[in-house]
């Protein structure tokens, strides 16, 4: 499904993953898992109506050093401290430039196997230039099942590449 023009023009590209907050409903912090404290990422929308998103760990330990070949067990740790999926992205009516809700899916991939062909839906805001000049997207979800809020917060990401955490 084509996105909207006008959103297109807004979400069309990659953004890179600045952070994010999980919190229980009575307002504490949740642990979330294997992406650790500082993960790093790219989000992509295309305007033809295609999402993929890409995470990883950076905390020490979480990902093997590089190498020419890994094992088992070092593949098992890349996997447990990434996050990867792709599929369809459709806007819901209603939404605009600055604010609405997306679904991305039903998934096609996703290195979490039980979101395979789920939809991922998220409300969204877009706030101008709030990042070092950059655009910056806020995406959040409540899981009913956690009784918590997600945060993650993106910026556009810089056409040659130069803000990208190494």
Known sequence: ???P????????GAWQFLNQTSKYLNG???VTGGLGN???GILIYH???YVSVNLWSTDPGAIPAPADEYN???????GHHTLSYAGPLQVWEGSNETRGT?????????????????DQTRNYTVSAKAYEGRDVLLLWAQNIEKDSLSRLHWARAA????????
């Open 47 to 49: 305007p033809l109506g």
């Open 102 to 118: 997306l679904t991305h899916g039903p998934l096609v991939m996703s290195s979490y196997p039980k979101w395979v062909v789920t």
């Open 1 to 3: 499904m084509l996105l």
């Open 5 to 12: 023009d006008n959103i297109a023009a807004v979400l069309g």
């Open 28 to 30: 504490t912090d949740r």
């Open 38 to 40: 500082h993960p790093v």
């Open 72 to 78: 088992d067990a070092e593949w098992a740790l890349i």
């Open 159 to 166: 056409e040659n590449g130069s803000s990208w955490a190494t």
